[in-house]
């Protein structure tokens, strides 16, 4: 551990201790499972579809907003960071963060929200995070000896625990999963790296789009207006724009190092001494410092209130939703008209759930073109 403060060494989870893969294969001579299954998400299409996946603001209005890719390449730098000077395990985290997002929809929260509000009435749902693990263990088709990716326990148990917990029970298809446990730490670290990336590139992408001025985002965000007070000083010369993205780099320390400094306040206070320990804790212990937590959630309330509900936002989200419900009503409609293998698993299964998969597998632009080929 040396000289490092903020180490948890001890609370590593050790490769070598992993549950192992559903398929066991034989290990690699120089990539330790972890890499591997780091290796396997990159390579996958379903990672590459993510280029052409809103993030938060449609690329019509500018060459230079985050997409679903961009943003989870931020949220893997973050992670790394945090998993480092933590010392916990680097390559599990990182494999974490790549795959976090690879079930998420076209058009973003409009399109998952929209193939949920589809699927109730087939009495059905849609979750991305449920969605990411078919991906990984069904739905990707690179191996002749296994379906999936064939990726370790531990990735697949964080993909579906890193924003949530569940009890025995509670979700069927995921009982093979420790319900009622914990997932370890580096699992732990992704929701909160998720969130310190996209609140602050929110911020970026909202104020290059022009959507307030930094008057309006320091007046509502303490943390930023005692950064912004800081680089009027340092920097009076500076164009606005530069100013706000000198604050914005100082509030991503400001945010990642909170957690990192919550997280181990959290677990040295918890008295955990072992993985199992964590797993067993009555709740999570990567956490924010109290300063970091109110800039979060002020940065939330201010997203929330001057970007999110923007007309601009909300005029590309009826499109969204439109379009990926006319799609919907039309391949259940008529399922004739589905590309294979989808066709056939419409009349061997339930047809929505097939409608479904291959909806949230499309990219915005394939599903842009679909629309208007089969519908307008």
């Not at 005692?226 to 920097?235: L, P, R, T």
């Amino acid at each position: 551990m040396g000289n490092n403060p903020l180490s948890l060494a001890w609370l590593r989870l050790p490769v070598e201790s992993s549950l192992g893969r559903r398929f066991p294969e034989p290990a690699h001579s120089y990539r330790n499972p972890f890499q591997r299954d780091r290796d396997r998400i990159l390579h996958s299409r379903a990672f590459r579809r993510l280029e052409n996946k809103t993030q938060v603001f449609a690329p019509g209005l500018s060459d230079h907003f985050r997409n679903r890719l961009t943003h989870t390449l931020e949220v893997t730098q973050i992670a790394r960071t945090l998993a480092g000077v933590l010392e916990l395990d680097q390559d599990l985290t990182e494999a974490l963060a790549l795959v976090h997002d690879i079930g998420h929809p076209p058009f973003a929260h409009a399109g998952e929200d929209e193939l949920n509000h589809q699927m109730k009435s087939y009495g059905g749902s849609f979750d991305h995070n449920m969605h990411s693990l078919r991906i990984v263990e069904s739905f990707e088709t690179r191996y002749a000896l296994f379906p999936g990716l064939n990726l370790t326990f531990e990735v697949r148990e964080g993909m579906v625990k890193h924003s949530r917990d569940f009890e025995a029970g509670e979700i069927k298809e995921l009982d093979a999963y420790l319900p009622g446990q914990r997932p370890p730490l580096e699992a732990q670290l992704i929701d909160q790296a998720d969130e310190a990336a996209y609140n602050t590139s929110d911020l970026d992408d909202a104020h290059s789009a022009g959507l307030f001025q930094i008057e309006e985002a320091v007046a509502e965000v303490d943390a930023l207006r005692e950064i912004f007070e800081a680089i009027e000083i340092s920097y009076p010369a500076a164009q606005p724009r530069i100013q706000f993205l000198e604050c914005l780099g100082r509030l991503i320390n400001l945010l990642v190092t909170g957690i990192a400094e919550g997280t181990n306040k959290a677990t040295r206070e918890a008295g955990v001494q072992t993985v199992a320990d964590i797993r067993r804790h009555p709740m999570r212990l990567v956490q924010y410092s109290e300063r970091a937590l109110i800039a979060n959630r002020q940065i939330k309330t201010f997203l929330s209130n001057r970007v999110y509900y923007s007309p601009a936002l909300l005029a590309e989200r009826e499109q969204a939703v439109k379009r990926i419900a006319d799609l919907f009503q039309f391949y259940m409609q008529y399922p004739g008209r589905l590309p294979e293998p989808h066709r056939t698993q419409a009349t061997e299964s339930s047809r929505h759930q097939v409608v479904c998969d291959y909806i949230a597998g499309m990219t915005d632009g394939f599903c842009a073109k679909l629309h208007l080929e089969l519908i307008d």
